[in-house]
């Protein structure tokens, strides 16, 4: 199987990219998730690797579906192998 060494950090990259354009803090993001902010800014960092539960909430929280959201990570992690 194909490993994929910084798939946390790309999903980081796309959470805190879309929060920031949200205009929310990490502090706003981790209270309507039901988060610590801590574990916020450990997934941002790409130290945390989210379960599924924690991908539904935080789609839910940026308004989109959670395919979306792990399709941008896809698609990010493909843009980055070329």
Do not use: W
């Amino acid at each position: 199987m194909e490993s994929y060494p910084k798939l946390r950090q790309h999903f980081g990259k796309i959470v805190r990219d879309l929060r920031v354009k949200k205009g929310d803090s990490q502090q706003v993001m981790a209270d309507t998730c039901n988060f610590e902010r801590a574990y916020i800014s450990r997934i941002e960092r790409g130290l945390s690797e989210p379960s599924v539960t924690t991908i539904f909430k935080m789609s839910e929280y940026f308004g989109i579906a959670p395919g979306e959201l792990t399709g941008m990570l896809y698609n990010l992690v493909r843009k980055t192998k070329k």
